[in-house]
């Protein structure tokens, strides 16, 4: 079993930055994959970012690239998702996920945090 807090979201302007950082309990952590989610208002849940069980390989949607970095450290059961130059269309509500492959698809995920809020003004 893994439990996946999320932390870091809130209000920030336009071009502003913000790190999101997810905590993870479980011994399965460092061989899981793990990813970013975003689900705005009236919209889909939505692939934003993935890193892999080293931390070597990372992938990010189309949308984020340049702009946000993903980064895990195993030891200490953290995944991060650094976002700068924020824009207001990435306001949404922010998911950690673990999967145990890389596919990056919602439907690969096995454990889910509950989410944090970003909200970013113009």
């Known amino acids: 079993q893994v439990q996946l807090v999320e932390s870091g979201g809130g209000l920030v302007q336009a071009g502003g930055s913000l790190r999101l950082s997810c905590s993870a309990s479980g011994r399965t952590f460092s061989g899981a994959y793990m990813n970013w989610f975003r689900q705005a208002p009236g919209k889909e849940r939505e692939f934003v970012a993935k890193?892999?069980?080293?931390?070597?390989?990372?992938d990010y949607a189309d949308s984020v690239k340049g702009r946000f970095t993903v980064s895990r450290d195993n030891a200490r059961n953290t995944v991060d998702l650094q976002m700068n130059s924020l824009k207001p269309e990435d306001t949404a509500i922010y998911y950690c996920?673990?999967?145990?492959?890389?596919?990056?698809?919602?439907?690969?995920?096995?454990?889910w945090g509950k989410g944090t809020l970003v909200t970013v003004s113009s």
């Open positions: 996920a673990a999967a145990l492959t890389g596919s990056g698809s919602a439907k690969a995920m096995i454990y």
């Open positions: 890193v892999s069980s080293s931390g070597r390989i990372t």
